[in-house]
Nanobody, 115 residues
Framework: QVQLVESGGGLVQAGGSLRLSCAPS????????MGWYRQAPGKQRELVAR???????IYSDSVKGRFTISRDNAKNTVSLQMNSLKPEDTAVYYC?????????WGQGTQVTVSS
């Protein structure tokens, strides 16, 4: 079964940067949208950013201007560059990929921002 594998999480001070990456365990045919979601303790999972195969992007208002999503269609990978991190960005971050046939989620990577 195909899995998405995230990397790049960790502990950073407020104002710092992290880059998250996500790649499938094997090739997935027909990926359309890819995205990043996050879930903080006691809260629901929320959209952080999403990118279409053509490169159109959507960001949550809370990360606009600080985070940048990008993808490599040839490798089916998606990345999230996170700058000017705030303590409220602390959460488990999940990548997601939609294909014509299914939806795939990663196992999550912890991002902790200290004040």
């Amino acid at each position: 079964q195909v899995q998405l594998v995230e990397s790049g999480g960790g502990l950073v001070q407020a104002g710092g940067s992290l880059r998250l990456s996500c790649a499938p365990s094997r090739s997935i045919f027909g990926i359309t949208d890819m995205g990043w979601y996050r879930q903080a303790p006691g809260k629901q999972r929320e959209l952080v950013a999403r990118i279409t195969r053509g490169g159109s992007t959507i960001y949550s208002d809370s990360v606009k201007g600080r985070f940048t999503i990008s993808r490599d269609n040839a490798k089916n990978t998606v990345s999230l560059q996170m700058n000017s991190l705030k303590p409220e960005d602390t959460a488990v971050y999940y990548c997601k990929a939609d294909s014509y046939a299914s939806t795939y989620w990663g196992q999550g990577t912890q991002v902790t921002v200290s004040s």
